[in-house]
């Protein structure tokens, strides 16, 4: 029965607010329009915008569709761009739980009483989201932690709502071809996987260690260390962090910090973890961000909060570093191959009719001022232009254009005069570089000699094998395939010595050289 109480509860919600003119069309949409001024007597939605009635009913709906609009507003490769700009201003305004009840979730986590946990325990919140809530606390040794624990009941109820968001996402598809053309099953179960992904905190605590060990030689962010012996899927303690909410400004410049290093030192931070490590940080709003003003880590940033991370394969940094160099080249020819070449475009796709679509989306951006270029518009462009050529965007890059665009906006928010687009261009040229110069070759070289060592001297006997054991008809491609292992070997094997030959040649001339230099008495 609550299922059904629930249910209704949407709908009416929905109505309420004119959310039927956003998912339904045509004579249904008519009848359903006129049960929704019955029931909201007659309200006009005209006057107000249709990504605000959204925000508004999902705010009035409570925590996990407020957490579903946030996913939701990630996905402008789907959804409008006005719905996206509002939806992303949805804020996480819970009140907290109980203190006596926070502690007896933290005692069950741990095993522990919260006496024998802590030295000292602040039953006070200092943060209270949807899903979980954060306590500071010290350790017996004296050392300052943060303690993270899920809120009570949140399995079932999320369970529950996504039940229902389920059954919403059938309905939309069966009533509407708009509705369909918005995937919103797939949207659905999308959020269904983050979000129990989010309910598991030794998931997070996991990203924060890989992001902490990842980001140790780089001087400009702190990130917390977990207690492990102390985390579990409901309760997490980490090393607690002080700092200044990166939006606080004019706070940050009265202390000291370089305003305009802080916003080159985000996009530097930011391109590090995508094409160094393929492991970002993806939820980096200002809510998530601090600022160190301690004297050993003066004008750092203080990452928090990392249930959402992006995680990219050496092909998808690849696709996109020569997708960003081409693009500053204005080389869009270079840009639509880049897409028949990842597998993304049909085979039959003309490669200049996507040239075309592509130049006239994004030759625009070139006429504005340096400043004023976007990276995120012109990869959110990228994707829409790819969807016109049936072109399904990957989730990881979605998630990397969301955060693209909020590092962009907080730089810019730091500083006006933030070129982004000439801070990007030499990370890029040089993480290229790199990739393909002998550097790259080399460390190739180096990771794939335990394979060649072992499999070169098994090749006459895995030859004799084969033959021996296949039909005739078998043979043509398991000799073409050895064939082609073969040549790729003997290429490496000819590098690796022409390699050899000329650093020997050289050192042979330059020990010449130097032999008629000291005769001649120079």
Same mark, same amino acid.
């Given at each position: 029965?609550?299922?059904?109480?629930?249910?209704?509860?949407?709908?009416?919600?929905?109505?309420?607010?004119?959310?039927?003119?956003?998912? $339904?069309?045509?004579?249904?949409?008519?009848?359903?329009?006129?049960?929704?001024?019955?029931?909201?007597?007659?309200? #006009?939605?005209?006057?107000?915008?249709?990504?605000?009635?959204?925000?508004?009913?999902?705010? /009035?709906?409570?925590?996990?569709?407020?957490?579903?609009?946030?996913?939701?507003?990630?996905?402008?490769?789907?959804?409008?761009?006005?719905?996206?700009?509002?939806?992303?201003?949805?804020?996480?305004?819970?009140?907290?739980?109980?203190?006596?009840?926070?502690?007896?979730?933290?005692?069950?986590?741990?095993?522990?009483?919260?006496?024998?946990?802590?030295?000292?325990?602040?039953?006070?919140?200092?943060?209270?989201?949807?899903?979980?809530?954060?306590?500071?606390?010290?350790?017996?040794?004296?050392?300052?932690?943060?303690?993270?624990?899920?809120?009570?009941?949140?399995?079932?109820?999320?369970?529950?709502?996504?039940?229902?968001?389920?059954?919403?996402?059938?309905?939309?598809?069966?009533?509407?071809?708009?509705?369909?053309?918005?995937?919103?099953?797939?949207?659905?179960?999308?959020?269904?996987? =983050?979000?129990?992904?989010? $309910?598991?905190?030794?998931?997070?605590?996991?990203?924060?260690?890989?992001?902490?060990?990842?980001?140790?030689?780089?001087?400009?962010?702190?990130?917390?260390?977990?207690?492990?012996?102390?985390?579990?899927?409901?309760?997490?303690?980490?090393?607690?962090?002080?700092?200044?909410?990166?939006?606080?400004?004019?706070? $940050?410049?009265?202390?000291?910090?370089?305003?305009?290093?802080?916003?080159?030192?985000?996009?530097?931070?930011?391109?590090?973890?995508?094409?160094?490590?393929?492991?970002? /940080?993806?939820?980096?709003?200002?809510? #998530?961000?601090?600022?160190?003003?301690?004297?050993?880590?003066?004008?750092? =940033?203080?990452?928090?909060?990392?249930?959402?991370?992006?995680?990219?394969?050496?092909?998808?940094?690849? =696709?996109?570093?020569?997708?960003?160099?081409?693009?500053?080249?204005?080389? =869009?020819?270079?840009?639509?191959?880049?897409?028949?070449?990842?597998?993304?475009?049909?085979?039959?796709?003309?490669?200049?009719?996507?040239?075309?679509?592509?130049?006239?989306?994004?030759?625009?951006?070139?006429?504005?001022?340096?400043?004023?270029?976007?990276?995120?518009?012109?990869?959110?462009?990228?994707?829409?232009?790819?969807?016109?050529?049936?072109?399904?965007?990957?989730?990881?890059?979605?998630?990397?254009?969301?955060?693209?665009?909020?590092?962009?906006?907080?730089?810019?928010?730091?500083?006006?005069?933030?070129?982004?687009?000439?801070?990007?261009?030499?990370?890029?040229?040089?993480?290229? /570089?790199?990739?393909?110069?002998?550097?790259?070759?080399?460390?190739? $070289?180096?990771?794939?000699?335990?394979?060649?060592?072992?499999?070169?001297?098994?090749?006459?006997?895995?030859?004799?094998?084969?033959? #021996?054991?296949?039909?005739?008809?078998? /043979?043509?491609?398991?000799?073409?395939?050895?064939?082609?292992?073969?040549?790729?070997?003997?290429?490496?094997?000819?590098?690796?010595?022409?390699?050899?030959?000329?650093?020997?040649?050289?050192?042979?001339?330059?020990?010449?050289?130097?032999?008629?230099?000291?005769?001649?008495?120079?």
């Amino acid at each position: 029965m609550r299922y059904v109480l629930r249910l209704i509860r949407i709908v009416f919600t929905f109505l309420r607010f004119g959310i039927d003119d956003l998912a $339904l069309s045509g004579f249904r949409q008519r009848r359903v329009r006129v049960l929704a001024r019955v029931i909201t007597l007659g309200r #006009n939605f005209d006057a107000t915008p249709r990504g605000v009635r959204l925000r508004l009913a999902l705010e /009035h709906l409570g925590p996990i569709f407020i957490k579903f609009g946030q996913v939701l507003s990630t996905r402008r490769d789907l959804i409008p761009l006005d719905i996206a700009e509002e939806l992303a201003k949805l804020q996480d305004r819970v009140p907290p739980f109980p203190a006596d009840e926070s502690k007896r979730l933290i005692e069950q986590g741990l095993g522990k009483k919260v006496e024998e946990l802590f030295g000292s325990f602040n039953p006070e919140p200092i943060a209270s989201a949807s899903i979980a809530q954060v306590h500071f606390a010290t350790l017996k040794d004296g050392r300052e932690v943060a303690v993270k624990v899920l809120r009570p009941g949140m399995l079932d109820i999320i369970d529950d709502d996504l039940a229902l968001l389920h059954t919403l996402a059938r309905w939309v598809e069966r009533l509407s071809a708009d509705g369909r053309r918005l995937r919103p099953r797939e949207v659905v179960a999308e959020f269904d996987t =983050y979000l129990h992904d989010e $309910l598991d905190l030794v998931r997070e605590a996991a990203n924060a260690a890989q992001l902490r060990r990842n980001m140790a030689d780089l001087p400009l962010i702190i990130v917390p260390e977990m207690h492990w012996d102390m985390c579990t899927q409901s309760v997490i303690v980490m090393e607690r962090m002080k700092g200044v909410p990166i939006s606080q400004a004019d706070k $940050l410049r009265e202390a000291g910090v370089d305003i305009k290093k802080l916003a080159r030192d985000g996009v530097t931070i930011f391109f590090t973890q995508v094409f160094r490590d393929g492991f970002f /940080h993806a939820d980096m709003h200002p809510g #998530n961000i601090q600022v160190s003003l301690d004297r050993a880590t003066f004008g750092r =940033y203080v990452a928090l909060d990392f249930g959402i991370v992006g995680t990219l394969t050496e092909v998808d940094k690849e =696709y996109l570093a020569q997708n960003f160099i081409a693009f500053f080249r204005r080389d =869009y020819k270079r840009v639509a191959e880049l897409h028949v070449e990842s597998g993304w475009v049909p085979a039959g796709t003309r490669i200049e009719q996507l040239e075309q679509a592509i130049r006239s989306t994004c030759e625009p951006q070139f006429e504005r001022p340096l400043k004023d270029i976007s990276l995120g518009q012109i990869l959110l462009r990228l994707f829409q232009t790819s969807r016109r050529f049936n072109v399904e965007v990957q989730p990881q890059l979605v998630l990397l254009q969301k955060t693209l665009l909020n590092i962009e906006g907080l730089g810019r928010e730091l500083d006006p005069d933030l070129d982004l687009w000439s801070t990007a261009k030499p990370f890029l040229e040089k993480w290229m /570089h790199e990739q393909v110069g002998w550097q790259a070759f080399s460390r190739r $070289l180096k990771d794939q000699a335990p394979l060649y060592a072992k499999l070169l001297p098994e090749l006459p006997r895995l030859l004799h094998h084969a033959l #021996n054991t296949k039909t005739p008809a078998d /043979h043509a491609p398991l000799l073409a395939a050895l064939l082609r292992e073969q040549r790729r070997t003997n290429r490496l094997i000819t590098a690796v010595l022409w390699a050899a030959g000329g650093f020997l040649l050289g050192a042979v001339v330059a020990r010449f050289v130097m032999q008629i230099w000291g005769h001649r008495g120079f």
